[in-house]
């Protein structure tokens, strides 16, 4: 008998604080807001406080897709965690994450692919459960901490990047959920975006603090924009394909939402309605590999989707790392 993975249950969760592009136009002695909404498409977005962390985000989105699953925390046979801003170096978010939860029964397992991670994940978790009877329930978890790494005198990044966690429940099935996917990478362009110091290539030092740079998110170098403009509407073709569907069977796209203006070029190329694509931009701000399944659970708590529909997930992010996956929605 074939074995399948579904999404049976989603989550998200974003902290209390709240500045709106007002707030930093204040902030920064500026106005920003004309292009921060206008062509990133941000009215908004949320911190955490200096007592919460990437683990309180992924344990309250956790929580969330658990309960949407109709489950309990000990039904969890595996949770992955798709970070990069991890609470530690080391140990590993998912493991504080899997005994926060009470999943006693879970094993679990950080990936880091930044923006692309949870996409990423999603292929993972899908894949242990087609392979393995002993995986059922797994909880993925992509969480974004990224406002404790900001430099708030940096427009070009503390306007940009919020905090926030999504989560869903994959779960064996008789009838096929996931369907394709398929992940890329380009490392040529690892020095572009990131925050360089703190690992094994640059320590952190006094001479490091001093500088305040490197251990902050950093733009080094504008990406092209091809990569994106490009990159998307190939793989989202590529692994179209690889699921036997075409960009007419597709009822939702969820790309990474980093750029609204993107995403209308985006869809432009398909030539696809933005009825077809859920943004959440205006409201969360961009939470990295948090913003796809804060995407998808927002849209399905508006009601966007409906049993049998085709929903693809597109994700990209520094490395170079690009994943896309083919979904049918059976909830």
């Keep these: 008998m074939s074995r399948y993975a579904k999404i049976v249950g989603t989550g998200s969760y974003v902290p209390e604080k709240m500045l709106t592009n007002h707030d930093l136009s204040q902030m920064l002695g500026e106005d920003i807001n004309t292009f921060v909404s206008q062509v990133v498409g941000i009215e908004r977005r949320h911190f955490c406080s200096e007592k919460e962390n990437t683990i309180d985000l992924a344990v309250a989105a956790g929580r969330?897709?658990?309960?949407s699953a109709n489950l309990n925390a000990e039904e969890i046979d595996l949770i992955i965690v798709a970070t990069d801003t991890p609470a530690y170096i080391s140990p590993a978010t998912s493991p504080i994450?899997?005994?926060?939860?009470?999943?006693?029964?879970?094993?679990?397992?950080?990936?880091n692919c930044a923006c692309a991670g949870f996409v990423t994940a999603l292929?993972?978790?899908?894949?242990?459960?087609?392979?393995?009877?002993e995986y059922k329930n797994i909880l993925v978890i992509g969480a974004y901490a990224m406002s404790k790494y900001l430099d708030w005198d940096d427009k070009k990044t503390c306007t940009i990047f919020a905090d926030g966690a999504g989560a869903v429940v994959l779960q064996a099935s008789k009838e096929p959920g996931y369907l394709a996917s398929k992940l890329y990478a380009d490392g040529q362009y690892h020095s572009y975006l990131g925050i360089f110091a703190g690992g094994t290539a640059m320590p952190i030092t006094k001479e490091v603090l001093k500088e305040n740079k490197y251990n902050k998110v950093r733009f080094l170098q504008k990406y092209p924009t091809e990569i994106n403009m490009e990159?998307?509407?190939n793989i989202v073709k590529e692994t179209l394909k690889k699921a036997n569907a075409e960009l007419k069977d597709v009822k939702q796209l969820f790309f990474t939402q980093v750029n609204l203006s993107t995403i209308k070029a985006v869809m432009e190329r398909l030539e696809l309605p933005m009825s077809l694509t859920h943004t959440i931009m205006d409201k969360w701000g961009y939470t990295g590999s948090a913003c796809i399944p804060m995407a998808l659970d927002d849209a399905v708590a508006l009601g966007k989707l409906q049993n049998g529909d085709l929903i693809?997930?597109?994700?990209?992010g520094g490395g170079l790392n690009m994943a896309c996956t083919v979904f049918r929605w059976s909830i």
Excluded: E, H, R
């Excluded at 029964?105 to 990936?111: E, L, Q, T, V």
């Excluded at 693809?312 to 990209?316: E, K, L, N, P, Q």
């Design 64 to 67: 969330k897709a658990i309960k």
């Design 97 to 111: 994450v899997q005994s926060s939860l009470g999943a006693k029964n879970a094993g679990s397992f950080d990936i």
């Design 123 to 133: 292929k993972t978790a899908a894949t242990y459960i087609i392979g393995d009877p």
């Design 231 to 233: 990159g998307w509407p």
């Design 312 to 316: 693809v997930m597109c994700a990209s």
